[in-house]
C-alpha cells in the first residue's frame, strides 16, 4: 500500500465531520474492520491511519445509512456472513429479489429447490445481476452456479472477488480470495471482476428492506 | 428436551469437559476439556483446561480458565486467571483481581479492584473503582475510572471518559511513585473528556477537562478546554 492512500484519523475527522466518539463506537459495532486500523510512527508517536478510499466510501455509507438503520443491523450489512439463513424460492421471487429466471436456471443444474440457503440466495442474486447486464452467458451462467456451490462455502465470510475472463471465446470463471493484480497474456479478455462483498451488502439491504 | 446433566464437584474432584445444563463446585476442582453449560457455579478453587461456554458464571475464590471464555453474565469475586479471550455479552462484575491472557468483548463492564488484559478492551460502559493495567485499546462508550491504584493503558477511545482519584491518599505512594495512583496513557481520545493525575502524550477531544495533577504533552480540542492550575499541559491547539 502506497502512502499516499492512507489518511491519518484526524485527517478522516475533520474531512467526514464525525467526533471521535463516532469513530470508536463504529469500530466497537465492527462497522470499521480491525484490519483498516494501520498504525504507523509519526512525530507524535505512534498513529493511526486508514486506507483513505475505503474508509471514505465506508463513513459515507454509514452516515446515509445509520438514520433508518440501527448500528448492529448496519454492521449486519457490512459483515460478509449472514443471519438470515434461508428463504423458499417463492418469498425471493415475490419479493422482488431475484427473477424466475435466475431460480429455473439454478434450479436446472441441482434440482428443484424448495428453500435456499444464504449462499444460494447469493449465487442466484449474483446470476440475475450478471445475466441481466448480458455481461455473460447462459452456459458461463451454470459454470458461475457451479463454481459458487462447489467453492464458496470454503470461503464464506472472507472477502472475495469473482472473476470472468475469456481467452479465443473460451470462458474461465473463478473465485479468488486475495488476488489484488493478476496479469495474463494478452489474448486473455476480463469479462468482469466482482468483489463480492459489495454484492453481500446490496443482497442484504434489499433482504432486510423488504422484511420491514 | 435438554437431556444434559448436571455436574456437581464436592470437596477435592476432578472431571472431564463436556457439554453440562448446570456446573457446581465446592472445594477444589478440576476440569479437563472445554465445557459447555447453562449456568457455572464455583465456590473455592476452580481450573478449567480448556474454553468455557456458559450462560452465566459465578465464582467465589479463585478460578482459571486456559481456554476462551464465552458468557452472557458474569459474577467474579475473588481472584480470576482467564487465560485466552473473554466475551461477555452482557454484564461483567469483578470484585477482585481479573487477568485475561489476550482480549475482553463486554457490554457492561464494571470493576471493583482491579483488571490487567493482554490486549484490547471493548465495551459499552466501563467503570472501574481500583485501577486497570490495559495492554492495547480500551475502546468504550463511556469510561469512569475512580482510581485509587496505578491505572495503564497505551490508547483510550470513547465518547465519554472521566478519570478521578478517589481522596483517599496512602503513607505508602508518597515514598514509592510507581504505587501512586495515577492514570498513564499514550493517547486519550474522546468527546467529553475529564481528567486527573493523568500522564499522557496526546488527549483529544471536543471539549476537554484537564484536572489537577495532569502532565498532557499534547491536548487538541475542538470546543472547551478547561485546565487547572495544579496540572501541566505541554502545547494546547483548537482544532
Not at chain 1, 157 to 168: G, H, S, Y
Not at chain 2, 30 to 54: H, M, P, R, V, Y
Not at chain 2, 149 to 171: D, H, N, W, Y
Not at chain 2, 196 to 222: F, L, P, Q
Request: hydrophobic residues 35%; contains cysteine.
Amino acid at each position: 500500500m502506497n502512502e499516499e492512500d492512507l489518511i491519518s484519523k484526524k485527517e478522516l475527522l475533520e474531512l467526514t465531520g464525525i467526533s471521535y466518539g463516532q469513530l470508536y463506537r463504529w469500530k466497537r459495532k465492527n462497522l470499521i474492520p480491525e484490519a483498516w486500523f494501520v498504525r504507523r510512527s509519526s512525530f507524535t508517536g505512534q498513529e493511526t491511519f486508514f486506507p483513505k478510499d475505503k474508509i471514505l466510501q465506508r463513513i459515507e455509507r454509514i452516515k446515509n445509512m445509520k438514520d433508518g438503520l440501527s448500528l448492529d443491523e448496519l454492521a449486519d450489512v457490512f459483515s460478509p456472513s449472514s443471519h438470515v439463513e434461508s428463504l423458499s424460492t417463492q418469498t425471493l421471487i415475490k419479493r422482488n429479489i431475484v427473477t424466475s429466471f435466475a431460480i429455473e436456471l439454478f434450479e436446472e443444474e441441482f434440482g428443484r429447490q424448495e428453500t435456499l440457503s444464504f449462499n444460494d440466495i447469493l449465487t442466484v442474486y449474483l446470476l440475475q445481476k450478471l445475466l441481466q447486464s448480458g455481461e455473460i452467458t447462459r452456459e458461463e451462467g451454470k459454470m458461475l452456479v457451479t463454481v459458487m456451490r462447489e467453492n464458496y462455502g470454503a470461503l464464506a465470510a472472507k472477502p472475495c472477488e469473482l472473476v470472468l475472463i475469456r481467452k479465443m471465446g473460451v470462458p474461465l470463471l473463478f473465485l479468488a480470495e486475495s488476488a489484488e493484480q493478476i496479469y495474463f497474456d494478452k489474448d486473455v479478455k476480463w469479462i468482469f471482476r466482482l468483489s463480492l462483498a459489495a454484492s453481500i451488502e446490496e443482497l442484504k439491504l434489499k433482504l432486510n428492506n423488504t422484511e420491514a | 428436551m435438554d437431556t444434559r446433566s448436571e455436574l456437581q464437584i464436592s470437596g477435592i474432584g476432578r472431571s472431564q469437559g463436556g457439554s453440562y445444563s448446570h456446573v457446581r463446585t465446592d472445594g477444589m476442582a478440576k476440569i479437563n476439556g472445554n465445557t459447555e453449560c447453562i449456568s457455572l457455579d464455583s465456590n473455592g478453587t476452580l481450573t478449567i483446561e480448556g474454553a468455557l461456554t456458559s450462560e452465566t458464571v459465578s465464582v467465589n475464590g479463585t478460578a482459571t480458565v486456559e481456554g476462551g471464555l464465552k458468557t452472557n453474565r458474569m459474577v467474579l469475586d475473588g481472584m480470576v486467571s482467564l487465560k485466552e479471550h473473554v466475551v461477555c455479552q452482557e454484564l461483567l462484575t469483578v470484585n477482585g483481581r481479573l487477568s485475561v491472557g489476550r482480549g475482553l468483548d463486554g457490554e457492561r463492564v464494571e470493576i471493583f479492584g482491579s483488571l490487567k488484559t493482554r490486549d484490547d478492551v471493548q465495551c459499552e460502559l466501563l467503570s472501574v473503582h481500583g485501577g486497570f493495567s490495559i495492554d492495547g485499546l480500551l475502546n468504550a462508550g463511556l469510561i469512569d475510572v475512580k482510581m485509587n491504584m496505578p491505572c495503564k493503558a497505551q490508547e483510550i477511545g470513547g465518547e465519554s471518559i472521566t478519570v478521578r482519584r478517589l481522596k483517599k491518599f496512602s503513607v505508602l505512594e508518597q515514598f514509592v511513585p510507581a504505587l501512586s495512583a495515577k492514570l498513564q496513557a499514550h493517547t486519550i481520545e474522546g468527546d467529553d473528556i475529564y481528567l486527573e493525575h493523568t500522564e499522557a502524550e496526546i488527549v483529544r477531544g471536543n471539549d476537554v477537562i484537564i484536572g489537577k495533577g495532569c502532565r498532557i504533552g499534547r491536548v487538541e480540542y475542538k470546543n472547551q478546554l478547561t485546565q487547572d492550575e495544579d496540572s501541566h499541559i505541554g502545547a494546547a491547539y483548537q482544532i
